[in-house]
């Protein structure tokens, strides 16, 4: 492309990294001077969708980017406060006449982004958006009548036959910006990258670290030790059996593409290839989430199914505070919880149980769990803990059954059959034997006593019986949902896909 910009600004969001970015690659086609520039949104960091994992992870990772321009002689743009009107004047003050972002598919996203695009183009800068975040946009994987998948599996055949005959690489945006980068004399002194602190959020040294280099680690690690077995292991939590890798997804720290391409690789690798595989499946159910969201904004706030929407959802606030807390006396639920509060992150298979507890054995409204999801999670994403949600509440696209309902203690003694997940997150629970730990109820008394694990003092009681929530649940939700099957054992069974 030849050069049409004697200065482009490159509005990063959730793209934080200079490798594999698909807006700055292309500003760098375009331009003779690049500026890089995050705008932090007060409003947002304030509000009540953003928790401390998360802020402090893109705080971290901010400085990371940092640090990586001022390597190369530039520097960061980090301005706070309107978009629109912030992104002006740093234009005004660079003489830049283009912008160049990655697309969100997040509706507010969309929104500030057109008010942002209207407000520029009216001060005569050209403005550029690109796909980034995902794999394949959002219209690049349709059916043959051009209608948007709402199934999984096909989708997913669609997604890869794409992809043997129009792959996506990742693109050297790093090297073809350089040389191009604005002296960081010239971008003049931006505000310094705050403290979680500073908008009311406490740090911690348990949440996942953010920043590029940080990405690329956590990526070694997994292709050298972890993706080879990632099939066999990834459903269990006292495991190091998952990647890792979605607060950098989330953050953006590393490219889709990159991702893809590396399992690719090692795809065809006998000993890695089912690992490669189910990996992949998980990052084509990312992008699987993020289209469906784009084509139904209405998902950020209602229900995919409309007949979910008259689910006679109780309220319990006490049941939902114990939830949050990991008190309802199911170990495995309560240790996930326990995980999520103190780290900043939860293990997959744990966030479909706690997810099918409180919108099954609770009958609370799935909206208050991805709510404290959005709190917690580091890699928290609207695309994805919605798509989650809603799947294990049988209330979305392709989602569960309503009436497979997960039994806690049976996900617990199958994914964490020797309670080594559970001893770790509940010290309480450490010296039960193995068959007592995820029923712990069941424990002989005198046991209890000997073993300083009294149930009702040193641990809760079940909140509620599994055996009158599942017939609970079948009524209320087969009342909205449609016909109430045949009792079945497999209702409770664990065969179902781990997400």
């Known amino acids: 492309m030849s050069l049409r910009y004697p200065v482009s600004i490159v509005w990063l969001r959730r793209d934080l990294r200079l490798d594999d970015n698909v807006a700055l690659f292309r500003a760098a086609e375009a331009s003779d001077r690049i500026v890089c520039v995050f705008v932090l949104d007060p409003a947002l960091l304030r509000g009540p969708r953003a928790g401390a994992p998360i802020v402090q992870f893109f705080f971290e990772s901010l400085t990371a980017l940092r640090g990586a321009l001022r390597a190369h002689h530039s520097d960061l743009a ?257 240790a996930a919880m326990i995980q999520l509060n103190a780290t900043g992150w939860m293990h997959n298979r744990l966030r479909m149980i706690v997810a099918s507890f409180l919108t099954k054995h609770l009958l609370i409204d799935y909206r208050e769990g991805e709510r404290y999801f959005e709190r917690q999670l580091a890699d928290a994403d609207l695309a994805a803990n919605n798509g989650g949600w809603q799947w294990a509440a049988s209330t979305g696209t392709d989602a569960a059954p309503y009436f497979r309902i997960f039994n806690p203690v049976v996900q617990g003694r199958t994914f964490d059959p020797g309670g080594a997940f559970v001893k770790r997150m509940i010290p309480a629970l450490a010296e039960l034997p193995p068959k007592y730990v995820h029923a712990p109820w069941t424990t002989p008394p005198l046991l209890q006593a000997q073993l300083g694990c009294v149930i009702g003092r040193d641990y809760p009681a079940p909140l509620v019986d599994h055996a009158f929530a599942r017939e609970r649940a079948l009524a209320v939700y087969g009342a909205a949902l449609g016909r109430r099957p045949e009792r079945s054992a497999a209702d409770d069974d664990t065969n179902v896909h781990a997400r």
């Open 78 to 334: 980090l301005l706070e406060g309107d978009a629109g009107a912030v992104l002006g004047e740093l234009a005004l003050r660079v003489r830049a006449s283009a912008l160049f972002f990655n697309v969100d598919y997040e509706p507010e996203a969309v929104a500030r982004d057109a008010r942002v695009a209207q407000r520029l183009r009216g001060a005569a800068i050209d403005v550029h958006a690109s796909t980034d975040h995902v794999y394949f946009g959002a219209g690049e994987v349709l059916r043959n009548d051009g209608v948007p998948y709402t199934v999984y599996t096909p989708y997913r055949r669609r997604w890869e036959a794409r992809f043997a005959s129009e792959p996506h690489p990742p693109v050297p945006s790093a090297r073809a910006a350089r040389g191009k980068l604005l002296a960081r004399a010239a971008i003049g002194e931006t505000r310094d990258v705050p403290r979680p602190e500073q908008y009311g959020h406490r740090s911690s040294e348990a949440y996942p670290r953010g920043g590029l280099a940080e990405a690329h680690r956590v990526l070694d690690g997994f292709l050298t030790k972890g993706l080879a077995r990632y099939d066999e292991r990834r459903n269990a939590p006292a495991l190091e059996g998952t990647s890792r890798l979605s607060p950098h997804l989330r953050a953006g720290t590393i490219g889709i593409r990159t991702l893809v391409h590396a399992a690719s690789a090692l795809g065809g690798r006998e000993t890695a290839s089912s690992g490669a595989r189910a990996w992949t499946g998980e990052l084509i159910w990312r992008d699987f989430y993020q289209q469906l969201l784009h084509h139904r904004p209405q998902l950020a706030h209602e229900p995919f199914a409309e007949a979910a929407k008259s689910i006679a959802y109780a309220r319990d606030d006490a049941g939902l505070a114990a939830w949050c807390e990991g008190r309802t006396g199911y170990p495995i639920v309560d």
